[in-house]
């Protein structure tokens, strides 16, 4: 590389000139100038060198951590201006990265994967039932395409896309070459967690907490990738913080101290699982070539399960509020309004993300999979029809994302909306910025020129949506 670029150099200086005027030239301000002999010539090429390299190193396909929490709201997050947990892992990734202000799912964690997986909205998949996964597109997923551009594939944690015991291939076809995923509506989580492996059900959980068990997979498969030299594409689909499964014959067990975790100790093991990936990130070497991504499924949930009384489906709640740059907020997961559909969103790629950026781009769960292909140079097949738009050169710092409004849809209803304003299709046309709870629609009769404007065209999307 360093030759070659002696040589465009050279080429550039030397065409109908003596050898002493094709020199580059190098301006020490006013009118003083040096030419640079051979020796220097030959040092700023090795430095110029040097630092194109570098840049293509660090610009080349990265390997991908995708971590989604489960029922977490931007206002648990210290980063983000929560002050009632501790997140000190998040802080520090926020801190190496970017923040996204305006990253929008679905306010219910199914739709939320679908859309996440496949890159459409579940309106244009037939809105797939409960707990499943439209077959057409099981070979369409961002697992799938990254497996086609060479990528090790893996997912743990929470998957809700099948009963594992019925379907045990069902993650293979989606593209996975490796998972650990627990037994939604089938067994627990989290304490004497069932966990489907590979296609078999584990026998050695019984005393384990499912997190970590979901972690050291993930870190072994990370290690073997790179044992093997092979690009990664690791999906933590966290159990945390979502309570324990409350339709079974027999309530799951509860943890150590008698009772099921509250909302704030799962938001602290959240974290730390957090920072046990970023530390072997680290220590392994895979720090500069990995692109990190930690946002969540939907908002806080509205009420949490703490324990169960007897052998009936008999719990004790609790109903998580959380206070939020000087205001209480209570869970909002199931509804349509920001807190339940607004989620964090943090990315750090190092050497390519400038560290401590906050980003007021619009992005929306359709977007990762066009800006996962982008980033690791993956295939759609010809005849792809997909809602979201690649962000892929807003991370790289390059240009900024295409999407002009967010969407999100929760039982038959749904909304469109610009960073501040969101038309439901009911008609409802709230400022978001000022309004935060959605107490009182906005009268388009007198809305001001930069509202109509916002109005016409989210007016216009809702029509094409319909």
Known sequence: MIRAFEMFLYSRHSGGHSKLDSLPTLSLGGNRNMKIWPNSYRLMSLVVGCVLFAQASASERPNILFILADDVGREALECYGGTSYATPNLNQLAANGAIFNHCYAMPVCHPTRVTLLTGQYPRHLGNPKWGSFPKKVESR??????KGAGYAT?????WQLSLMGKDLNQPNRMGFDQWSLFGWHEGPRYHDPMIYENGRLRSDTTG???PDLYVDFLLDFMKQSKNEKKRFMAFYSMALCHDVTDDLKKPVPHGPRGRYDNFAEMVEQMDSHVGQLMTFLKSSGLEDNTLVIFTADNGTAVRSKLSAIGNRNNFVYENPVSEFQGKSVPGGKGRLTDWGTRVPGIAVWKGIIKPG????????FSDFLPTFTDLIGGQLPADTQLDGHSFASLLRGQDRSKRQWAYAEHRGRFFVKTRDRKLYSTGEFFNTSVDPFEKSPLDKSSLSLEAKSDWRRLKQAVAELK
């Open 141 to 146: 997923t961002f697992a799938s395409i990254a």
């Open 154 to 158: 893996a997912v743990a944690g929470k």
């Open 208 to 210: 384990k907490y499912g």
């Open 357 to 364: 950026q906050s980003w007021d781009n619009l992005i929306d």
